[in-house]
Antibody, heavy 121, light 107 residues
Framework: QLQLQESGPGLVKPSETLSLTCSVSGGSISSSSYYWGWIRQSPGKGLEWIAI???????YYNPSLKSRVTISVDTSKNQFSLKLSSVTAADTAVYFCATTRGYSHGYFDYWGQGTLVTVSS | EIVLTQSPGTLSLSPGQRATLSCRASQSVSSNYLAWYQQKPGQAPRLLIY???SRATGIPDRFSGSGSGTDFSLTISRLEPEDSAVYYC?????????FGQGTKVEI
């Protein structure tokens, strides 16, 4: 059973960079079966897809966030990470990592429990 | 961007009743690239339906999805107390993938 767990600071200052890591267990991040992604949920905007990627390189972004998002993967640790730059209060949300089966199969079948990130000085 | 509008906002029903949730897309979602999720407080969303009508692994058969084009629905045939949750639809036809605002089911 695939399990995902988000980790990272719960408080980020405005204009700084939000950094989160998703640790994967029960399966390999190098698996050909999965794409890996990030979604966030805020009271104001609801659920919002951020990006997905395949371990060997293909990455797809929400155009509204693309300029601020960086995705990286560490196959040796079976982890992947999200960096969101120049954050504002509007980036306050619960951030989830999740799996999907590909760009044409973009439903999310495994989710982490989510981590709340608050942007505030 | 494809906007998904869910209705009603809240549905209050009794155990054993049938619930029908609607998801309307602002433009056609071809190949039925539409999913439904259930979310309980403090939890991540749980995939119920993908491809508009295919049940995800382990989902009881009282949950069913239907529809095509711009109109989709999720039906819970016999409500159980544990079905109290917020239900979201999501389209993965066009970028960006988008979610509806949710329907709260109270039992």
């Amino acid at each position: 059973q695939l399990q995902l767990q988000e980790s990272g600071p719960g408080l980020v200052k405005p204009s700084e960079t939000l950094s989160l890591t998703c640790s994967v267990s029960g399966g390999s991040i190098s698996s050909s079966s999965y794409y890996w992604g990030w979604i966030r949920q805020s009271p104001g905007k609801g659920l919002e897809w951020i990006a997905i990627f395949y371990y060997s390189g293909s990455t797809y972004y929400n155009p509204s966030l693309k300029s601020r998002v960086t995705i990286s993967v560490d196959t040796s640790k079976n982890q992947f990470s999200l960096k969101l730059s120049s954050v504002t209060a509007a980036d306050t949300a619960v951030y989830f990592c999740a799996t999907t089966r590909g760009y044409s199969h973009g439903y999310f079948d495994y989710w982490g429990q989510g981590t709340l990130v608050t942007v505030s000085s | 961007e494809i906007v998904l509008t869910q209705s009603p906002g809240t549905l209050s029903l009794s155990p054993g009743q049938r619930a029908t949730l609607s998801c309307r897309a602002s433009q056609s979602v071809s190949s039925n690239y539409l999913a439904w999720y259930q979310q309980k407080p403090g939890q991540a969303p749980r995939l119920l339906i993908y491809g508009a009508s295919s049940r995800a692994t382990g989902i009881p058969d009282r949950f069913s999805g239907s529809g095509s084009g711009t109109d989709f629905s999720l039906t819970i045939s016999r409500l159980e107390p544990e079905d109290s949750a917020v239900y979201y639809c999501q389209q993965y036809h066009g970028s960006p993938w988008t979610f509806g605002q949710g329907t709260k089911v109270e039992i």
